[in-house]
């Protein structure tokens, strides 16, 4: 009798003790880990830049003089450190925004773990793939890849018109 009171303590324990909230809800969700992939594609875009731009200097210093090659090799150089530069900033905006996700994350789920509702919301993840697919969206205006797009302009040419009957 003492053993099976024992057994139902421990229990009890062990299922009121699974309630707890995670430490680290940020990991499960979706934005701050797509946030956490676009920050290390930046990462290897600036590596892979700084490569390129070594090259670029290298290619700079063996130009022959008076040959007009070097207008061509100081911009290649200058446009190399120009998408470093942007890069970088990328790099810190992202960084910003994760941390700032974290918090924001952390916050949701305390809120959500307090309801009783479940996380993350997809809702949310669906407005911030929209936003994103806006923002990375092409900002000029192709009017033959529109039509394209649209299947307008697709038909043969029309025919000949019928001589008109008087």
């Given at each position: 009798m003492f053993l099976?009171?024992?057994c139902l303590i421990i229990l009890s324990f062990a299922l009121s003790a699974c309630n707890k909230p995670d430490p680290n809800p940020e990991l499960k969700d979706p934005i701050y880990s797509d946030l956490?992939?676009?920050?290390?594609?930046?990462t290897?875009?600036?590596e892979a830049e700084k490569k390129a731009l070594e090259g670029f200097q290298k290619e700079l210093s063996e130009v022959v003089p008076q040959t007009g090659q070097?207008?061509?090799?100081?911009?290649r150089v200058f446009d190399s450190q120009q998408k470093i530069a942007r890069l970088e900033q990328e790099?810190?905006?992202?960084e910003l925004k994760i941390e700032a996700r974290k918090k924001s994350s952390k916050k949701s789920y305390m809120a959500a773990f307090k309801k009783g509702e479940s996380w993350p919301n997809p809702k949310e993840f669906e407005d911030y793939q929209?936003?994103?697919?806006?923002?990375?969206?092409k900002r000029t205006w192709d009017v033959k890849q529109r039509m394209q797009e649209?299947?307008?302009g697709d038909e043969k040419?029309?025919?000949a018109p019928a001589e008109a009957q008087h």
């Open positions: 099976r009171i024992v956490s992939a676009t920050l290390a594609a930046t290897q875009a600036i070097i207008k061509y090799a100081q911009k790099k810190q905006y992202y929209a936003q994103k697919k806006f923002r990375e969206a649209l299947g307008v040419a029309p025919a």
